[in-house]
């Protein structure tokens, strides 16, 4: 108990620091000058902002030379911009997704996240996007609809239960009512230094047939045997 106390403690303080790092760095505070009013190393940071572009304040040049840091910050800013051109040269390459790409890009999706070992249809993930795509190819590919999905919640101590059913339902739109009761994550043994990493915890998409044979263990077998398919053509 003194162990799961704790936790909730300290993933709620660490929220709190990056909260109050964030707006630090908008003001154009340095790493190290963060690291001095918060006690968070720099390597956090640096893992936290490193999308983020930069622009050193009056106290920042006050306090290092202007050259080296100067040329730190170019560096930095050119990588933020090259990201984003790479980003968008990527997007072009690709162009416009086909039905039959979607297809595939579920059977792909599926094969990593979803259920095999028993004959039911659940895909599982904590990325919105990756659920939002699962419903898609559910939808499009599978012939279901919204009153074919339930979805489950995988949370810890610290994530806010209804918040986080609020947040899942609007970003499916599964209506609240199909959500089943969530699971909290008791265990005392998670390493600490993972916090925060699932505000909304992991969502589980289910699929029920609703009286129709097709879309249950005849579902289940038919995605099997496209993934069979697919891999044994590889």
């Keep these: 108990m003194i162990e799961l106390i704790y936790y909730v403690w300290y993933t709620s303080s660490m929220n709190k620091r990056k909260e109050r790092a964030t707006q630090l760095r908008k003001k154009g505070y340095s790493y190290g000058m963060i690291v001095e009013k918060l006690g968070i190393s720099k390597s956090t940071l640096s893992c936290w902002f490193k999308d983020l572009p930069f622009t050193p304040n009056k106290n920042v040049i006050e306090r290092i030379k202007q050259g080296p840091f100067k040329s730190g910050q170019l560096r930095h800013n050119q990588r933020v911009k090259n990201t984003i051109i790479i980003k968008k040269a990527a997007k072009k390459e690709l162009g416009k997704i086909s039905k039959r790409d979607l297809w595939m890009l579920g059977i792909g999706l599926y094969i990593g996240e979803g259920s095999k070992a028993y004959e039911t249809v659940q895909i599982i993930n904590s990325d919105p996007e990756v659920i939002k795509l ?26 806010n239960v209804k ?23 008791l265990r005392t043994n998670k390493t600490i230094n993972k ?5 909304y915890g992991t969502a589980r998409v289910s699929i029920i047939s609703n009286g129709n044979p097709d879309f249950g263990v005849n579902l289940h077998r038919k995605v099997i045997g496209w993934i069979e398919s697919s891999l044994g053509q590889i």
Aim: a positive charge.
């Design 134 to 159: 699962a419903i898609r190819w559910f939808k499009y590919i599978c012939g279901l609809t919204n009153d074919n999905m339930t979805i489950t919640l995988h949370l810890y101590p610290d994530n």
């Design 163 to 185: 918040k986080c059913i609020q947040y899942w339902s609007k970003t499916t739109r599964i209506p609240i009512k199909q959500f089943r009761k969530e699971h909290i994550d």
């Design 195 to 199: 916090n925060r990493a699932l505000p």
